[in-house]
């Protein structure tokens, strides 16, 4: 295993302090456009970040390096969590209530659980919010797992005992499968699609993964000791699984096909309670939530590279602009992004910005 330093940007400072006014959101015509109820951003968007618990929702604006969070953005009000496609150009939007959507104060997002509207879609261009979409089906799932592309994601609710695969997205969404628990091999802790929207995995409570679908029975073709991640590559029938007792990350190769199982690495320990995989070209990223050090394997050469991180991560979740990942945000506070554009992956330190939510 090979390790490297990365650049951590916290050259920000001052120069933050100068650029505010340039990079900062600029209104329409008062604060937001009475019309849409959307800002205007005049700097480049790097992405966006949400917090679950108030659906707030702020744009990261400027460049890596030089960049902070944008005032907190317009959401209609019936919605209560955001689950943020690869790349952020969509989201599915969870709701509760039965008023017509608008837009106002997000405290009172949790008095409005009850009584749950459908999913929606709202796509996002830059930091400009669309109308919500409905999409008939389950409204309140437990577990949401997109395909590295977007364009398909796999839901399933244990109050409906229903999985679902929603294709398509985000502009013409459908439900292509309907599975119920009791045609389940097990209960689900992770499930994962691929980019065809048609391959689907199943990691179970025990600890197996099975190849599910409509027109075969559930095959098992991996058991872990104790499975913690699960994701595919993009436009590929491999997976890549992490066992957390081993510190181990296997790719599942062909799944679709004929599978077979390959080592990537093992070893990767002291990494918490929720450890996070994600694909980066042909390349494996690995972290927790109790580690300051995230690994960038090579799903080649099973090559390795260490990066140490400033502060401990939440995810590694794909930003707009590629080969960006945010690491970590929490309301007030200032986040943590992960840059692997270059020869050498980079951790930016982004500042707080302005505007409180509400």
């Not at 296997?250 to 990494?271: C, E, F, Y």
């Not at 960006?324 to 309301?331: E, H, I, T, V």
Request: proline fraction near 8%; aromatic fraction near 6%; charge should be negative.
């Amino acid at each position: 295993m090979r390790s490297s330093w990365v650049s951590i940007g916290l050259g920000f400072g001052l120069c933050a302090q100068l650029l505010l006014a340039q990079i900062a959101p600029r209104p329409l015509d008062a604060a937001t456009d009475a019309s849409s109820g959307s800002q205007s951003f005049h700097s480049p968007v790097v992405g966006l970040v949400s917090s679950t618990n108030r659906v707030e929702v702020r744009a990261i604006l400027g460049v890596p390096g030089a960049a902070l969070l944008s005032a907190p953005l317009p959401v209609p009000a019936d919605v209560t969590r955001l689950y943020f496609a690869p790349g952020q150009q969509y989201a599915l939007a969870e709701r509760g209530g039965s008023s017509k959507p608008q837009y106002a104060s997000r405290s009172r997002a949790a008095s409005l659980r009850t009584a749950s509207l459908p999913l929606a879609v709202v796509t996002f261009t830059g930091a400009q919010l669309g109308a919500l979409n409905p999409v008939i089906g389950i409204a309140e799932p437990d577990i949401v797992s997109f395909s590295p592309s977007g364009g398909a994601a796999v839901l399933y609710s244990t109050s409906e005992a229903q999985l679902e695969v929603l294709t398509g997205l985000p502009s013409s969404p459908q439900i292509s499968l309907q599975i119920a628990r009791s045609s389940l091999p097990d209960d689900p802790q992770f499930l994962a699609i691929a980019d065809d929207g048609v391959t689907l995995l199943e990691g179970s409570v025990h600890n197996a993964v099975y190849l599910i679908g409509s027109s075969t029975q559930p095959s098992l073709i991996f058991s872990a000791t104790t499975l913690a991640a699960m994701i595919f590559a993009p436009a590929s029938s491999t997976a890549a699984v992490f066992d957390s007792a081993t510190g181990s990350v296997s790719l599942l190769q062909n799944v679709s096909g004929s599978p077979s199982t390959r080592l990537l690495t093992s070893g990767l320990s002291n990494l918490g309670p929720a450890a996070m995989v994600q694909f980066d070209s042909s390349a494996v990223l690995v972290t927790g939530s109790g580690s300051n050090t995230l690994w960038r394997i090579d799903s080649n050469t099973s090559q390795s590279q260490q990066v140490q991180l400033p502060a401990l991560p939440a995810s590694i979740a794909p930003l707009q602009l590629p080969h960006r990942f945010l690491l970590s945000w929490s309301s007030g506070q200032p986040a943590w992004m992960l840059d692997t554009s270059g020869p050498a992956q980079a951790v930016y330190f982004i500042a707080p910005g302005g505007g409180q939510a509400q």
